[in-house]
């Protein structure tokens, strides 16, 4: 399937009690990112996803999902063009890939995301 979803991010305000609480609840193995405020979420199968402070405390937390795309700047730039707003332009994760934020016309915010190359 072209573009298919492939990471879901909670952007929470207390990490560590959103931790807790899915720990508890779900069979979800969680691994803090070292020198990151990040924690990986292992689904086993499935689509996998992350925990992270939310970079916007007045806002309440939330769960992000991402799509998968092949250029992230092109997509991005796609996107803006049919009407979106670009909340976070796209960005670099060193050794992992890039990423913009984006809110489609009807206010709907969307991850694109795209994996750093393999060698």
Not at 27 to 35: A, C, M, Q, R
Not at 76 to 103: C, E, M, Q, W
């Amino acid at each position: 399937m072209a573009n298919p979803f492939v990471h879901v991010e909670l952007q929470s305000k207390d990490r560590e009690a959103s931790k807790k609480f899915y720990e508890g609840l779900f069979d979800w193995k969680l691994d803090d990112v070292p020198g990151m405020d990040y924690t990986m979420i292992g689904v086993g199968e499935g689509t996998g996803g992350g925990i992270m402070t939310s970079p916007m405390p007045e806002a309440p937390s939330a769960w992000l999902s991402y799509v998968l795309v092949d250029d992230v700047t092109a997509c991005t730039k796609k996107a803006k063009s049919l009407g979106a707003h670009v909340v976070k332009d796209v960005t670099a994760i060193p050794n992992y890939g890039r990423f913009s934020i984006i809110a489609d016309p009807f206010g709907a915010v969307l991850g694109l995301w795209q994996p750093a190359a393999r060698k």
